[in-house]
Every structure is written in C-alpha cells, then in structure tokens.
C-alpha cells in the first residue's frame, strides 16, 4: 500500500467484539496498581469477584481492534503511543457481548524528517442494545514516516497544567513485572518485554504499554481524592511525554477544581515527565 495521509484517512480499522468476563477485570485491576496491598479493602472491591467494581480505565483495552496501523504501510517499529483521552459513558459490563466501531479522524504530518500522527476514535457498545460503553481517542506517533501530507481534523489540543504548586501529590512504585503482567490484557507488542526489539525501536531497555502508567494514573486520581475508592471517572486524557520504565516510581501532581482534576505525572530519578497536559472529570 502507498503511504499516504488520505489512505491512512480512509482505512477501513476492523470492528472487534469482545464479552468482559470478572477475570479480565480482575486481571486489569491488578496490572493497573489496585490491590496492591493485599489487606486494603478499599480496593478490594476491584479485584474480588463478590461484589466486583470494574476500574473506570477497564475500557481502553477493551474490544481493541488490533494492530492495524501495521497493515497501512508505516513503520511499525517506530510507532509509539503519543496521546489518549477516555470517555467514560458507564462503567464496563461484566458478561455482555461488546462491539468497537473505530474510525481515523486525521493526519499531521511533521515532516520527512520529523514523522507524523494518526488520530482515530473508538466507540465501544454492547452488540445487541448499541448502548454506549466508552469513546476513546488515540494518537500515535509514527517517528519513522512523514512527507506524506496531512489530512483530516485533528483533536483539539490538551491545556497544559496550571502554572503553580499541586494541591496533592501521590506516589506510583511501578513493579519491576508490570509489563509482563499488563501485556496479559492483550497488547502483546515486544517493545515492551524482548530488548532487541526496544533496541530496534530506539530504546536502551523494554519500555512500559503508555495505557498501563494512564490505568495506574486513574487509580492514583480516585484514590487521593477518595481513599474510600468510592467516587468515579466520567473521563481521563493525557499526553506521553516521555517513556517509563518498569520499576520506577511516578510522582503523580494533582491541581483539583471541583469535579476536574489536572495531572501530571513526574519521573523524580530522572527529572523527567512521563504523563502531561492530564485531565480527569469526576464522576
């Protein structure tokens, strides 16, 4: 297929179904930080199938149509998570048939030298009602393309975070397994288990799945505002600004006006920020 920003636009990304079962759930829980510790009942209720809670971020691997960017011709291997933002309608059903209608919204092109990003919208609902589960908007980066034109209308971009001191801060210890656990829920990518796949795609070391550090955000979100796990999400979006890597911790920077919360996520031990320009609405 010739690479361009019109045939990226018109690529037909399959539908996929999927029936979310209390594993799976339970499964997401624990690679996204609840659980943690093992005594803690208030989120035991997330990953305990009497009574089951599914986390609010449960959405975003679910009903995933794949890797289909590898069928539109670009290099697949340079290709990273750039941006996602989660709207949530109603927290997942447990044992109904899902479906993910997904479409591309746009093309930027930076450049021959400088790649581009692909935007495209997934719209999950149950199969038999069309009652709406989540909207999700992803953005990747294509570091190895460009040149080709642009196309399409972008997402409005995120606000950048308030320019003072945060009103809470929470620390994520990051265990040294997580990616081994969270590719179980189905993004199977080596990039972020094999090393000499990380070293074809210009990394020192397996790098964190982007949705893993967005699930432990949203996890941190709820648990400092309500140690009582008890408030929701109704949305969650930010921007990867920079890898993670298994084992580090994020200090996540939280700014809260009334039901909306921005955030960051910060890197302490390398001074670097990994989550940026974050917004979450409470539910």
């Not at 011709?73 to 340079?78: E, F, L, N, T």
């Not at 893993?212 to 930010?238: E, Q």
Request: charged share 20%; aromatic share 6%; with cysteine.
């Amino acid at each position: 297929m010739t690479l361009s920003a019109q045939s990226i636009l018109d690529f037909p990304v399959p539908q996929a179904t999927h029936v979310v079962t209390a594993r799976d759930a339970i499964l997401y829980a624990l690679s996204v930080g609840y659980g943690t510790n093992a005594l803690d009942e208030r989120a035991l209720n997330y990953v305990y199938e009497r009574d089951l809670v599914t986390a609010p971020t449960l959405a975003n691997i679910v009903a995933h149509p794949g890797p289909w960017m590898q069928q539109t011709g670009v290099d697949w291997a340079r290709l990273v998570h750039s941006e996602h933002r989660l709207t949530i309608h109603r927290p997942v059903p447990l044992d109904v048939p899902l479906i993910s209608r997904s479409r591309v919204l746009s093309v930027v092109d930076r450049g021959i030298e400088k790649g581009m990003f692909v935007s495209f919208e997934r719209l999950i609902v149950t199969k038999d009602g069309d009652e709406p589960i989540a909207t999700i908007v992803q953005t990747n980066a294509c570091r190895g393309d460009g040149g080709c034109g642009s196309a399409g209308s972008a997402p409005d971009p995120l606000s950048k975070v308030p320019d003072r001191e945060p009103d809470l801060e929470f620390h994520l210890g990051i265990p040294g397994n997580a990616a081994l656990l969270y590719r179980l829920n189905g993004d199977l990518n080596p990039l972020h288990i094999d090393p000499q796949a990380a070293g074809r795609s210009g990394f020192d070391r397996p790098i964190l799945h982007g949705l893993c550090s967005f699930g432990y955000a949203g996890y941190a979100i709820v648990a400092a505002i309500d140690p009582g796990m008890t408030v929701g999400l109704r949305a969650i979006a930010a921007r990867f600004s920079a890898p993670i890597f298994p084992g580090e911790t994020i200090t996540l920077q939280m700014w809260r006006n009334d039901a909306e919360i921005r955030f960051r996520g910060i890197v302490a031990s390398r001074g670097t920020i990994i989550l940026d320009n974050g917004m979450a609405r409470l539910s």
